[in-house]
């Protein structure tokens, strides 16, 4: 079964700077699908952004950009500009075709004002 | 925009009760999803369905049984709620066929369950 490992239960950073959010997993399959999911507090969780595997070039959502490393199974979100309403819960989630969405636990992430 | 309605968003039920935790989407998705959200865990899936009356277990299904007896409304049970099963459920919705597209979900709010 895929894996995914978020190692950093809890990040910080200040209003405006950026921060990078790591995320790694495990597979043998060779086409996938890669997502950023926000969770902030007491509200849905939205998808943030999303990367094909197949694709060479990194996702960017304005504010959002990841940075994909297939030969490491890398995935890392860097949110550039931080602002209050980036503070919640991020989880990192992979799915391979044909099957189901595997989710990392969690990073949850503090705008320092 | 998707909306995805979870009826309950606080409940507090006693060991041994039944318990049914309802969701209902309005985009005519196939796709539907029941997940436990517990901290340090992630979001573990219980339960799935991609058409009416089809269910396929997810990775933790034991304790719970869902039914999905119209396309827009799919439900989790708890026959008889124990104190582990105490959590947050979520429920989630997509479109296309189970295992095929970019499989982005769309989320209910969330139902915060305790059982004393």
């Known amino acids: 079964a895929q894996t995914v490992t978020q190692s950093q239960p809890e990040m910080s950073v200040q209003e405006a700077e950026t921060v990078t959010l790591s995320c790694t997993y495990d597979t043998s399959e060779s086409d996938y699908y890669l997502f950023w999911y926000k969770q902030p507090p007491s509200r849905q969780m939205i998808l943030v952004i999303r990367?094909?595997?197949?694709?060479?070039q990194n996702a960017t959502e304005n504010r959002f950009s990841v940075n994909f490393q297939k030969a490491a199974k890398s995935f890392s979100l860097k949110i550039s500009d931080s602002q209050l309403g980036d503070a919640a819960m991020y989880f990192c989630?992979?799915?391979?075709?044909?099957?189901?969405?595997?989710f990392g636990t969690g990073t949850r992430l503090t705008i320092i004002p | 925009d998707v909306k995805v309605t979870q009826s309950s968003r606080y409940l507090v039920k006693r060991t041994g009760e039944k318990v049914f935790l309802e969701c209902v989407q309005d985009m005519d998705h196939e796709n539907m999803f029941w997940y436990r959200q517990d901290p340090g865990l992630g979001l573990r899936l219980i339960y799935f369905?991609?058409?009416?009356?089809?269910?396929e277990k997810g990775d933790i299904p034991e304790g719970y049984s869902v039914s999905r007896e119209k396309k827009e409304r799919f439900s989790l049970i708890l026959e008889s709620a124990s104190t582990n099963q105490t959590s947050m459920y979520l429920c989630a919705s997509s479109s296309g066929l189970a295992g095929v597209g970019t499989g982005e979900l769309f989320f209910g709010e969330g139902s915060r369950l305790t059982v004393l």
């Open positions: 369905s991609y058409d009416v009356k089809m269910k």
């Open positions: 989630a992979y799915r391979s075709v044909n099957e189901k969405l595997t």
């Open positions: 990367q094909e595997a197949y694709k060479q």
